[in-house]
């Protein structure tokens, strides 16, 4: 295979470079790095996972303990742990890394292989491994565990300049090399990461070898080849690039998105970008939950049909609001267009921040848009968020992304910087020979006001862009699928140290295009009054139903401060509905008030909170969306 080296054309800035200081998110990422992080390398230890690989390298006796796909839990809270090393070095948890890199060298076999539900007792693997080494890929995720190996061994490289875990990790992709190819194995994992990882694990490594192997592992699926195919569970029914929509099992279908995508620009294939693009329509326009979650159903974790979003029953996997999230950024990467960080804020104010606890050691799996308060979540046997799972991919998720989220918030192109999120804090930057501060002070997503000092060393030539985001265009998503009640007349205003400055759009961003020096300050106003949301007509589940929003978030209605029988409240179209900020309620939340109409059919007040805080409090009754009268 001949590569043509590509690479995406803009560039994120790096969340070393980027300080986040809001009263939003600091909390939520200080509480992922003090609390979330050691609390899941203790979960790890309690349940054997950390164990098993010191069994498998000979460091103590026992049984695998477990499900046979637990070391990538570790791996995650690893990479998670060296993204937090690089916000701020702390030497204990430096060692306790370094103490985790020698068991899992010695549970590595000579070859490189290294998957402890095998090595610790070859005849006794559990069932799902299969008899011997990569005989049944399609369940065991021997090629999963080692994809998050890999992306946690490269944020340990790059977070301390060590080479223990990075070539453990080589060494292990040097194996798969030998093992699968064109020429050789052709099999695909059942579960995708190891795409997107191996991508990664070039970039650092510089081996085209590591390329070819993804893009192999995306081109095999769908392609018989001498093996069974695993179906539309696993995205294995058709080729990748000739796949017309999402389906089956949202996490693996995200991770493969976002490895496509990887490859699309990378290696510059224009067919893999054409395919991206034809699926991203397809999930953002039938597919997408109004939280920006993924996975209409239980059965399956999966996708369901166009137009299937269920509110009490949906499903919305934590893990595929992260998928998303991921997928979503590289499009943006890709293309340039607002409307993927459109997706990516959606989805991570919402389907996302939804699944982990303030405390952050409480966790959804699922994330509905409706609990009954008898209706229990497939993964869990209780309502109220829990401290852990017998699967725990989702607390160990959400530590790789709250710690590098400031590595979302900004990005440049050959002539432009970008400004993706809003979230107070302090960049800095490089646009060809100019070194560039941009210190950004807002409320967002409470206010959409939002002030950016901009400071270059030298004068420069280039275009500012700031996101004008879906819901300051009149519409939630970049898509028919939901749409606003009622159109809003406030605009959105721009001054320019102090001049009013007119609204200059450009692939969804507002431009300011313009020679900069010294300091500029930019004055950014997002109207964000109540809006009522409505679904498509083909949307059955939802159909004559409504749902609030203000700004980015979807705001759901809690029993704890409603009474019972919230899933038969009525909206009015024109009732009066206010907004008020509540410092001392679940952090500090603007909430939203106004009157709904019982099933008895008399009009009662009722409280509206932001929907990643629901399940905080009682157990009860919740709904985001609402009868329409």
């Known amino acids: ?340 960080i459109d997706v990516l804020e959606r989805s991570l104010y919402n389907g996302f921040l939804a699944g982990i606890g303030m405390d952050g050691r409480s966790f959804y799996y699922v994330n509905p848009l409706a609990c009954d308060g008898e209706y229990r979540f497939n993964r869990a046997k209780e309502l109220t968020r829990q401290p852990w799972y017998d699967c725990s991919c989702c607390p160990t998720n959400v530590v790789r992304l709250l710690p590098s989220l400031s590595g979302y918030v900004y990005a440049c192109g050959d002539q432009e910087v970008y400004v993706n999120l809003y979230m107070s804090g302090k960049a800095a930057l490089r646009l060809g020979d100019s070194d560039i501060t941009i210190e950004q002070r807002t409320d967002y997503p409470w206010s959409g006001e939002i002030e950016l000092d901009l400071t270059i060393a030298e004068p420069a030539t280039f275009a500012l862009r700031l996101r004008r985001p879906s819901f300051a265009k009149g519409q939630p998503l970049p898509s028919d699928l939901y749409r606003y009640l009622k159109e809003s007349n406030e605009p959105v205003t721009l001054t320019v140290d102090g001049a009013p400055t007119p609204i200059e759009p450009r692939n969804g961003y507002i431009e300011i295009s313009r020679r900069w020096s010294g300091t500029s300050r930019i004055n950014l106003r997002l109207p964000m009054p109540i809006r009522r949301v409505i679904a498509h007509p083909a949307v059955a589940d939802l159909d004559r139903m409504v749902a609030l929003e203000r700004g980015p978030l979807v705001y759901a209605l809690e029993q704890v401060d409603n009474g019972s029988g919230l899933l038969e409240y009525a909206l009015t179209n024109g009732g009066q509905l206010s907004a008020e900020h509540e410092p001392d309620l679940l952090g500090g939340v603007t909430v939203i008030r106004g009157e709904a109409v019982a099933a008895g059919g008399q009009t009662l007040p009722f409280t509206a909170v932001p929907y990643y805080a629901w399940g905080h409090r009682d157990v009860g009754e919740m709904t985001v969306w609402l009868r329409r009268r």
């Open 1 to 340: 295979m001949t590569v043509q080296i590509s690479d995406y054309p803009i560039k994120p800035i790096p969340f070393t470079q980027v300080a986040i200081s809001d009263n939003f998110w600091r909390p939520r990422i200080d509480t992922a790095v003090q609390v979330t992080i050691p609390y899941d390398f203790e979960k790890c230890e309690e349940t054997g996972r950390i164990d098993n690989f010191a069994k498998a390298g000979g460091l103590m006796d026992g049984a695998h303990q477990g499900i046979f796909f637990d070391d990538s839990d570790v791996f995650k809270v690893v990479e998670g742990a060296a993204y937090a090393l690089q916000i701020a070095p702390n030497g204990e948890l430096d060692r306790y890394l370094d103490d985790l890199i020698e068991k899992f060298a010695a549970a590595q076999e000579d070859d490189g292989y290294l998957y402890t539900a095998r090595t610790i007792d070859p005849d006794k693997a559990p069932a799902p491994c299969g008899p011997e080494r990569w005989s049944n890929l399609r369940v065991n995720h021997e090629l999963y565990n080692v994809g998050h190996m890999y992306e946690a061994s490269i944020a340990h490289f790059e977070a301390t300049g060590k080479r223990n875990f990075l070539d453990i990790a080589i060494k292990n992709a040097e194996l798969i090399d030998a093992v699968f190819g064109p020429d050789k194995r052709r099999e695909v994992p059942g579960h995708q990461e190891i795409e997107l990882a191996l991508v990664r694990l070039y970039r650092v490594s510089g081996d085209e070898r590591h390329l070819k192997l993804a893009k192999f592992f995306l081109d095999e699926r769908g392609r018989a080849n001498g093996r069974e195919v695993y179906g539309p569970y696993c995205q294995d029914h058709r080729p990748v690039t000739e796949q017309p929509e999402a389906v089956g099992h949202a996490v693996r279908a995200g991770y493969m998105y976002a490895g496509m995508t990887d490859i699309a620009a990378t290696m510059a294939d224009a067919e893999y970008a054409a395919a991206v693009c034809a699926l991203w329509e397809n999930v953002v326009g039938k597919k997408l939950a109004l939280t920006g979650g993924l996975g209409a159903r239980h059965e399956g974790e999966a996708f369901g049909d166009d137009y299937e979003l269920p509110n009490l029953t949906a499903y919305n996997e934590t893990c595929a609001a992260q998928a998303n999230i991921l997928w979503n950024q590289r499009m943006f990467l890709l293309t340039g267009e607002a409307k993927y």
